[in-house]
C-alpha cells in the first residue's frame, strides 16, 4: 500500500507519521521492524500564484544570438 506523509523535525530526527489504514491493513505492531522506501514528491506550482495575471508581451524573454 502506498501513502503520501508529511515529514516533521523532532530533536534531531526527522518523523513520519503512518496512517491507521496502513496499519490495520499490514498489522504493524509497536516496536516491529519495517522497510520503508523515500521518494520525494515533486511539488504542482499550477495555480500557486492566483492573480498574478497573464503574461504581456513586454514580459517575453528575448534571446539574443
Known amino acids: 500500500?502506498?501513502?503520501l506523509v508529511?515529514?516533521?523535525k523532532v530533536g534531531g530526527s526527522m518523523m513520519v507519521r503512518?496512517?491507521?489504514e496502513i496499519i490495520e491493513l499490514e498489522h504493524i505492531q509497536s516496536d516491529e521492524v519495517?522497510?520503508?522506501?523515500i521518494?520525494?514528491?515533486k511539488q504542482d506550482?499550477?495555480?500557486k500564484?492566483?492573480?498574478v495575471g497573464r503574461f504581456s508581451a513586454e514580459?517575453?524573454?528575448?534571446t539574443h544570438d
Request: aromatic letters at 12%; proline letters at 8%; hydrophobic letters at 45%.
Open 59 to 62: 514580459d517575453e524573454l528575448i
Open 34 to 37: 519495517v522497510r520503508i522506501e
Open 1 to 3: 500500500m502506498e501513502a
Open 6 to 8: 508529511t515529514t516533521r
Open 18 to 20: 503512518i496512517p491507521p
Open 45 to 47: 506550482w499550477f495555480g
Open 39 to 41: 521518494v520525494k514528491v
Open 49 to 51: 500564484f492566483k492573480g
